[in-house]
DNA sequence: GCCTCGAACTATACGGCGGAAAGTTTTCGC
DNA sequence: GCGAAAACTTTCCGCCGTATAGTTCGAGGC
């Protein structure tokens, strides 16, 4: 089924093969011309997949973000509490690279699309849902709606130095030694959540 | 000195019109080629200030981490404490976007130059010695090598969420009304470092 | 069992891109 | 005012995304 004049499974062969290329080089080294070279077909093959480069971009986002919301998901079922979501988060970044940097590049991206505004309102549906799960369970929340801005901001900044190298730099390996990057999401973000989850009570003098 | 075969100044042109087009279009829109028409020069004249296309972006993130560790600097002098120096990494961010996203993308960059690597050091010590100067000060520092990558982390994720639209979204907006970037940085960021500019102890069972 | 029809893929062509090499113009030190 | 270096141009190359027209394949109807 996949020799022959038809590739068989194209469309995944290219998500999977971009987000390769991607993760090693990052976006702005992705070529659909040297992709196709890769699978053995000709350049202009995906385009019936996806319609542009920018499409396959689309494509890869959206199967990000949708890949995301069940994680999230599955964590809130699971009884897992907010800071359990960010540090799903972080792993997420860190298993799938590639997804998560075109998740976060607009000018990459077609922003009308409908499928990737779905799968992101999904996405970000679970995310917030947390804090609301958190209140169910009586724990104590001072400014629930700048907790759910923090600890985003925490978790997904955790995620964004990560990729890009700044976790492991001189100066942060001074301070945490060889943690690894889950083990530093936990404590970083405990500081904010407390250590039960709930955020602090804002420390005053 | 403007006028001739000699453009007069094209490095500071070059830099100034590329950061314009990134903020605008992102740094994959960015082509030596258009920005040479636009300023009237033949589209190598960059190539022998910068030397490639990476140079130019090379030569943008330089310019950022230095007028970032400017500011940072400043703000320490001023006898500004950790939570300000976060405000004033948010603001950079928000008046350079182009810089920021620059700075931020390890492949769009050649990490071996020695000017970029002094830059980024100088503005990663000048956010590191703001948790120090908070020692000194005598205010409670339960974690603080946790504390200054959280800090880091929570500042940088607004930022780069704040950059990447995702600030502007109609769930965070329910949150959080329409206040602006510098206050929602306050008070996200007030969570964690408490009111007074110190972490607050983790809260317990 | 054949035939059609649509989906999957190819071939070719075009302009814009970054880069290399060689040549031209200007400025500036002396 | 002159020689050398700095600033810029011209020309060429190969790769890129995209558009258009054509080819191959396989599945469903009969």
């Given at each position: 089924m996949a020799d022959g004049y038809h590739h068989g499974n194209l469309r995944a062969a290219v998500l999977a093969r971009a987000a390769e290329v991607i993760e090693r080089e990052g976006p702005y080294a992705f070529s659909l011309r040297s992709l196709a070279a890769d699978l053995g077909?000709?350049?202009?093959?995906?385009r019936h997949h996806f319609g542009s480069r920018e499409g396959v971009l689309n494509a890869l986002a959206t199967e990000g973000y949708t890949e995301l919301a069940n994680r999230l998901r599955a964590n809130r079922e699971a009884g897992g509490g907010f800071l359990e979501s960010g540090v799903e988060y972080v792993r997420f970044a860190a298993e799938h690279p590639a997804h998560f940097q075109v998740m976060f590049a607009p000018s990459l991206l077609d922003e009308d699309d409908s499928e990737l505004s779905a799968a992101r309102a999904a996405a970000f549906g679970e995310l917030t849902s947390g804090v609301e799960s958190m209140a169910e369970e009586g724990r104590p929340v001072q400014d629930a709606a700048g907790g759910v801005v923090a600890g985003w901001a925490i978790v997904h900044g955790i995620a964004t130095l990560a990729l890009t190298g700044n976790l492991d730099s001189s100066g942060v390996r001074a301070l945490l030694g060889d943690a690894d990057l889950l083990t530093i999401t936990r404590r970083s973000a405990g500081l904010l959540f407390g250590a039960t989850g709930a955020f602090p009570e804002t420390a005053r003098e």
């Open positions: 077909v000709s350049h202009t093959a995906p």
